[in-house]
């Protein structure tokens, strides 16, 4: 069977590739930088631009969310990915609890679907690599005080760090206060909920070590 890729096959993925080029065009005259290419699927909402830094070859793909309102500004490094749907939402739409933000580095990529909760500070590190539907929510509730309602007890914002070259796999969900070592491999559907130490393989909902690398 010939694998090889047809010349209809090339025009689509040039013709995709034309329009996400031309929707970058537009988009990039509301953020705050983009130094290079800046490719924008269909349908990609981008707010608060004036927070938003892209180095170059960033991609936001189609349905994608880009919330910029927060404190330290979004910061994109070169030749990231943000998959289709994800949401990256460091505060309220309207202000409220305004959050802090997300800085991620060279060759990084969000899978689709994800959830990106940056109301701490989220650092991700160069060549990390996320599944599809992760979730990272960088801030707990408070709700030492039984007496008061939860809501009015406010939050906790420690952050999430993940260093460079880890791999997260699909369905992975990381809290608050969490730092995952450089080189590590999150297998699918684990909740994190403690460090994970560098070189690690964390394979089960418990967050239990299995090995090193």
């Not at 060279?106 to 991700?124: A, L, M, Q």
């Amino acid at each position: 069977m010939d694998s090889s890729i047809s010349a209809v096959d090339k025009f689509i993925v040039l013709k995709n590739t034309g329009f996400k080029f031309l929707r970058g065009l537009w988009k990039r005259l509301f953020i705050k930088k983009a130094k290079g290419l800046f490719l924008v699927g269909k349908k990609v909402q981008i707010t608060h631009g004036n927070h938003i830094y892209c180095g170059k070859n960033v991609k936001f793909e189609d349905y994608s969310e880009i919330h910029g309102l927060c404190k330290d500004n979004l910061v994109f490094g070169d030749n990231v990915t943000i998959g289709r749907g994800v949401m990256i939402r460091p505060s309220s739409y309207y202000g409220i609890d305004l959050g802090h933000g997300l800085e991620i580095g060279d060759n990084s990529s969000i899978g689709p679907h994800g959830y990106v909760g940056c109301s701490g500070k989220i650092t991700i590190g160069k060549n990390v690599m996320f599944g599809p539907k992760c979730s990272l929510f960088a801030e707990n509730h408070v709700f030492s005080d039984s007496s008061v309602d939860i809501k009015s007890q406010g939050v906790a914002q420690k952050g999430i760090v993940i260093e460079d070259d880890c791999w997260i796999a699909s369905n992975c969900v990381i809290l608050d206060g969490v730092t995952i070592g450089k080189g590590s491999v999150i297998g699918a559907g684990t909740l994190v909920t403690k460090d994970v130490p560098p070189g690690s393989v964390v394979m089960d909902k418990r967050n239990r070590v299995l090995k090193e690398r």
